[in-house]
């Protein structure tokens, strides 16, 4: 098993996506939630500007 990752991290895919992490507070309880989402190094800056909205 370990095999297979070793292999499919060496053709270099991986390192076009980054993992996006967004902080939110819940206007209500004033909580925070976070959301994880995968996205491709181009998007990263527009799905950060769209979770500030």
Known sequence: MAKKVVATLNTGKGKEYSKVITMTKSPKTGAYSFKEVI??????????AASKN
Do not use: G, T
């Not at 996205?39 to 950060?48: E, L, R, S, T």
């Open 39 to 48: 996205a491709h190094n181009d998007a990263v800056k527009d799905i950060i």
